[in-house]
Every structure is written in structure tokens, then in C-alpha cells.
Nanobody, 121 residues
């Protein structure tokens, strides 16, 4: 079994900064992509940023230059530093990872339970 546990998030004023992190645990053989998605009320879940095991990074256009994703492979943890936050970025932020467990033949997607980020105007 594989678990993704997020931490961080909370309430911040517009223009402020916040960070979230996500640690993967369980029967893990290898982790490929890790990343973050978000879902605002009434909207579809959308990509925020992803990072490959080799460090390749992809950002949503809307967060480029303001958000920074990083990962610590030894700790199986992915981080997201969010600066210059906007009220419209209020959402539940979900951790995501593509993982091959010790008992699996193939890689599959795993999701965290989500952490609330609220940006007040």
C-alpha cells in the first residue's frame, strides 16, 4: 500500500506566500513523477506543477515565476513553494505521484487527501 500525506497549506493574504509538502510512504519500489494539482469549488481539478525523478519540471502557465516545485528523492517528498498568491488560487491542493509499489507490475497514479489553501483578498 502507498500513501501520500500532505502538510502545510492554510490561510494567507493576497500577495503572500505559503508552502506545502507531501511525503510518500508504504511499500514503494520507485517513484516517477510527483506533483501538485488543485481544485477550486465548482471547478475541475487542474495541474499546478510536476517534477520528474530526474528533476524535469512542468508548471501551469498561470503559476510560472511565482511557484516553485522541488523534491527530495531520498525522503520521497515533494514540495511546493507558492509566492504572490492570488484569491482565485484558493483551492484544495492535491499531491500526486506515479508509483510502482513492491508488489505491482506497473506504475499507477496515487493521490493525497488534499490540503486547503485559502487566499484572502
Amino acid at each position: 500500500q502507498v500513501q501520500l500525506v500532505e502538510s502545510g497549506g492554510g490561510l494567507v493574504q493576497s500577495g503572500g506566500s505559503l508552502s506545502v509538502s507531501c511525503a510518500a510512504s508504504g511499500s514503494i519500489f520507485n517513484i516517477r513523477t510527483m506533483g501538485w494539482y488543485r481544485q477550486a469549488p465548482g471547478k475541475q481539478r487542474e495541474l499546478v506543477a510536476t517534477i520528474g525523478s530526474g528533476g524535469s519540471i512542468d508548471y501551469a502557465n498561470s503559476v510560472k515565476g511565482r511557484f516553485a516545485i522541488s523534491r527530495d528523492n531520498a525522503k520521497r517528498t515533494v514540495y511546493l513553494q507558492m509566492d504572490s498568491l492570488k484569491p482565485e488560487e484558493t483551492a484544495v491542493y492535491y499531491c500526486y505521484a506515479v508509483v510502482k509499489s513492491n508488489i505491482a507490475v506497473i506504475y499507477r497514479d496515487y493521490w493525497g487527501q488534499g490540503t486547503q489553501v485559502t487566499v484572502s483578498s
